[in-house]
């Protein structure tokens, strides 16, 4: 692995050996910013419980996709690509735009995607991945395998800490065996007032969700990543994800960030999924799942490591939401659906990162369910 660039020499080093994955980025990006299975659909809160204090388990908010919607003028989506800098790359690989008006982040992370993409890496890290695969596996063990070989080794940030919530066993080493140091600790966002817990994975701008879990049945290339035909295994457990996905952004914005989309990447044993929402426009996108592996082969799928390579670095590549879609006006209506304006309030000044666990609940909640900081949800 190269040492990260730092001088305008290394810069070149950079550039050379990205030439050898040109083609292979180009294609992806054209992919992500053309193809019917990679996209973003917008999403409306119809109802939910955040003005209550609940722990992400308890969580409810039925949602309605816009492409579900009757009128057929409402259900536009937007190309994956379209809320990062794909033009911009994709000049600086035909060579039309030099390293350094790229400007540093971009280009430590063209370095992180070269690493990750040269062939010896490829094929070490889709056999570590994929040895899972039919298997049975400790949710602990998936969120450390992501976080290590994924989230790590992509993401310019090597802030991260993995969530010390919910697992039995906790590991502090990668447990493929590759040793590399983990950080364990508090992941927990949100308020005890209203909705908060904890994501599994936190990464600088980024929340990340794992799941030990894969899909049923056979996937053919086809449907994929459709919406409709096939919602895959990421739609369980949707209300808490979007609730993951709405509390974390609004604390990162909270807290200064600037691009007000904060992506919450999910992530099972063979799908990914994104979810991004901005308060101030209060838009919600959902992607479609995109496969982590090829059809019929237990290799990356190197479109998809290279949206998750975009998503996890959104705070280098986003966009924030195009002026189009915020005239679209899919709104997520998410404070309109908190009644109580203390609550709301909170939602825009009051929430924090760190010491605001799920914990154990003696009465049932509103809704009539137990919370517990035992279940992973
Ligand atoms: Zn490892």
Known sequence: MSEVA??????????????THKSTVCNALDYLNSSETANFCFVKIEDCNAEYSCGFTECWCPTKRNLEEEDHEKRKLVYYGEVFEIELLKSFLEGKE????????????????????????LQETSKILAKPLGKDLKE????????????????????????DMGYQIR?????????????????SIGNENVWHGSVDILMGHVAGITRAEESVGENTEEDDSSFETNPGNLEFGRDQLIAKCVVFSCVQNIQGYKLGLA???????????????????????????????????KKLNTITIVALWLAVNYAIFGTGVQPAHQEFGYTADF?????????????????????????????????????TSFIKN
């Not at 730092?6 to 030439?19: L, M, R």
């Not at 602990?140 to 969530?163: E, G, N, P, R, Y």
């Not at 447990?175 to 508090?186: E, F, H, T």
């Open 171 to 187: 590991y502090d080493q990668c447990p493929c065996g590759c040793l590399a140091p983990l950080r364990v600790g508090d992941t």
């Open 263 to 297: 992506p919450t990447i999910v992530i099972s044993k063979d799908r990914v999924k994104v979810y991004m929402y901005d308060p101030k426009s209060d838009m919600l996108y959902e992607s479609t799942e995109l496969p982590l592996f090829s059809p019929y082969v």
């Open 6 to 19: 730092q001088k305008p020499d290394d810069y070149q080093n950079v550039f050379k050996s990205f030439k």
């Open 335 to 371: 404070k309109d659906r908190i009644n109580n304006m203390e609550k709301n309030e909170i939602y825009k000044t009051e929430l924090q990162i760190g010491g605001c666990k799920q914990v154990r609940r003696l009465k049932p909640n509103h809704r009539g369910g137990f919370g």
């Open 98 to 121: 030099t390293l350094d008006s790229l400007g540093y982040g971009r280009i430590k992370a063209l370095e992180k995607l070269s690493d990750f993409l040269c062939d010896s890496n």
């Open 140 to 163: 602990a063990k998936w969120a450390s395998l992501v976080a290590t070989h994924i989230f790590s080794k992509l993401a310019v940030t090597s802030d991260m800490t993995i969530s």
